[in-house]
T-cell receptor, first 114, second 116 residues
């Protein structure tokens, strides 16, 4: 089944404790991206990647890191989480940018930073 | 910078009725894509409909259709024969289609409730 797998679905952590949210897609998509969803703010793009070893900042990249060493994986890293990073996070991928633009989303990660 | 505005935070509609969700955007680009995504209580993001800016014909997917007004930078979603399963948050999104900055810009969402 074609899908974007995101783990974990729920995560509670404490300020300053490094964490990684994993994202993997099995559709051979070139484009992958991360978003955070906050009430009243919609979805905001954190980082995106056009292909392996090619990443770029979205609108809210501060406090986040990403890497794209393999085509299928695009982990989101919070090296020193803070309470303002409490949010619902989504990973998404797309077959080929400019082709259709349809994003396939993971099921989301609800992160709470205490 | 591109922006997407959804001016209706919440809406409700009676089952079987028609409802229109509004979306406006701001861009200086000529080629781009517009989308409506649905997020039901399960929080899964689901593509509802997509429109390419170079196409004048409005996109339609079953009970869902759009009114795309390029000059006015407006992209509203019409849901006909509303069903209880349409209850969800709806997000309008913009994506630039040419080379350059590959960003998706989402609106703040409209929470739609379909009433029995």
């Amino acid at each position: 089944e074609a899908q974007v797998t995101q783990n974990p679905r729920y995560l509670i952590t404490v300020t300053g404790k490094k964490l990684t949210v994993t994202c993997s897609q099995n559709m051979n998509h070139e484009y992958m991206s991360w978003y955070r969803q906050d009430p009243g703010l919609g979805l905001r793009q954190i980082y995106y990647s056009m292909n392996v070893e090619v990443t770029d900042k979205g609108d809210v990249p501060e406090g986040y890191k990403v890497s794209r060493k393999e085509k299928r994986n695009f982990p989101l890293i919070l090296e020193s989480p803070s309470p303002n990073q409490t949010s619902l996070y989504f990973c998404a991928s797309s077959l080929r940018f400019g082709d259709s633009g349809k994003l396939f989303f993971g099921s989301g990660t609800q992160l709470s930073v205490l | 910078a591109q922006t997407v505005t959804q001016s209706q935070p919440e809406m409700s509609v009676q089952e079987a009725e028609t409802v229109t969700l509004s979306c406006t955007y701001d861009t200086s680009e000529n080629n781009y894509y517009l989308f409506w995504y649905k997020q039901p209580p399960s929080r899964q993001m689901i593509l509802v409909i997509r429109q390419e800016a170079y196409k004048q014909q409005n996109a339609t997917e079953n009970r869902f259709s759009v009114n795309f007004q390029k000059a006015a930078k407006s992209f509203s979603l019409k849901i006909s024969d509303s069903q209880l399963g349409d209850t969800a948050m709806y997000f309008c999104a913009f994506m630039k289609g040419a080379s350059g900055t590959y960003k998706y810009i989402f609106g703040t969402g409209t929470r739609l409730k379909v009433l029995a």
